[in-house]
């Protein structure tokens, strides 16, 4: 529920930024006739008027495409943001998976070391066996675990 308000606020601060960079737009094709014919008008003249009504005048196609570009830039922006966090928490994760791989592999070598010390010991009990056997010594250990 509190997703709503959130996204209502960040709506709200992207129009808000956009607002500057439009009016960046309308001074920059105002005062360039290069910008204004080839960047800024286009896009307004070609928004699939119906064939009947005549262009838009030179001042509201500059208008309009400034509008269109400055909300081009801010979904531009706000695109790349967006993959920037995935790729940053792509990251992440893989890290942690690299962590968590690399203390399975310390644990699993911990175990084979424990295992190792074990069988030696299980050896050694049993040629002590049967060493305290050759003495005569009555032994009464029945339950010597077998090799890990």
Known sequence: ????????????????ISKPITKFIKRKAASNEIFR???????????????????????????????????????TIGISLIILEFTRQARNDMKK??????????????????????NRQINEMKNLKVKLTELGVSLEIENVPKKC
Request: net charge positive; hydrophobic share 40%; charged share 20%.
């Open 97 to 118: 998976h690299d962590q968590h791989r690399a203390q399975r592999k310390n644990m699993e070598n911990e175990i084979d070391i424990l295992k190792d010390r074990i």
């Open 1 to 16: 529920m509190v997703y709503f308000p959130i996204a209502k606020l960040t709506y709200l601060i992207v129009r808000q």
């Open 37 to 75: 014919t080839y960047v800024v008008c286009p896009p307004a003249q070609s928004l699939g008027q119906p064939k009947f009504v005549p262009p838009l005048n030179n001042a509201m196609a500059i208008e309009t495409g400034s509008n269109i570009l400055g909300e081009l830039t801010i979904l």
